[in-house]
């Protein structure tokens, strides 16, 4: 057997937390820096956008792109859709993946690619493997609530991580030997979300907002993502019943649960089908929807990499 034949094929199992995936990005560096590289790539939500990037050879330019986001960028790729199923419809951030990187089918990646979502109705796990990548990782990062469904046949699909928030089962599937999975969720159970008062580079031009723009859609964002806390004073008032000093507004609500709900999955599926190594980046300080924090979430993912090196090469040295 040649030593190709001989090397175990590897899964890396990208898994779901919005803002947080961008680690993924620090993480696949690192690996990288190993001499690790996957043979396959399975993904949840953020994780499937990571993965669908890395697969068709545009990490890179990806990487740089984020790095460049502020407050500003994200909300003009938010096309709010309140009354649709979900506050966000998420076409114009897609539209400008595809824009970027271009329209890619899962038949042109050069390695496997899937990506997991769930369907709304039955409560099913749907790996989609096939057909417009765009359209599936936009199914896949579809979150109840802040994200509207993705028709696809006859189904409507929402996140993936509803199911199988780090889908280590979907590359074991996929045929890999060994499974690293990167898990977005550690640590967040039992924190309220906030966020450190430190600017970062890409916020200096609008940390401080004036009284017109603290009143208008960019005040709404500013609220939104930093943690998404409270939301916007008119969703806290029609969602919000009670002393508002008192109770948490409807984005901390969604958010919250959506860490509990993933946490407690996570450890479920973990339990019956273990990675061989899992990867747990420090990120409960980024809000879910902090997608200008990039380059905080990318280091973090190196920086967990580089802790967990010893075991990496124990279990993956070839």
Known sequence: MTSEQQRPRIGLALGGGAARGWAHLGVIRALDRMGIQPDMVAGTSVGGIVGA?????????????????????????????????????????????????????FADLDRPLAVVATDLYSGQERWLREGDVATAVRASMAL???????????????????????????????????????????????RRIQSPVTATANDSSDDELDEAEADGPLGWWHRLSSGMRDGAEALQAQ????????????????????????????????????????????????????????????????????????????????
């Open 144 to 190: 109840p609530g802040v994200f509207t469904p993705i028709r696809l046949g006859d189904e409507w699909l929402v996140d993936g991580g509803l199911v199988n928030p780090v889908p280590v089962s979907l590359c074991h599937a996929m045929g890999a030997d060994r499974v690293i999975a990167v898990n977005l969720s550690g640590g967040l159970v039992g």
């Open 239 to 318: 969602f919000q019943r009670g002393d508002a000093d008192a109770a948490p507004g409807v984005f901390d609500v969604i958010a919250t649960s959506v860490n509990v709900m993933q946490d407690r999955i996570t450890r479920s599926r973990m339990a019956g089908d273990p990675p061989d190594l899992m990867l747990s980046p420090r990120l409960a300080h980024i809000g879910l929807l902090e997608l200008h924090r990039a380059s905080e979430a990318i280091a973090e993912g190196e920086a967990c990499v580089e802790r967990m090196a010893p075991a990496l090469e124990a279990v993956f040295d070839h």
């Open 53 to 105: 990037m890395l697969c068709s050879g545009h990490i890179a330019a990806f990487e740089q792109w984020v790095r460049g986001l502020n407050r500003r960028d994200v909300l003009g790729y938010m096309d709010f859709a309140l009354g649709n199923g979900g506050f966000i419809q998420g076409r114009r951030l897609m539209r400008r993946f595809q824009e970027a990187f271009g329209a890619v089918d």
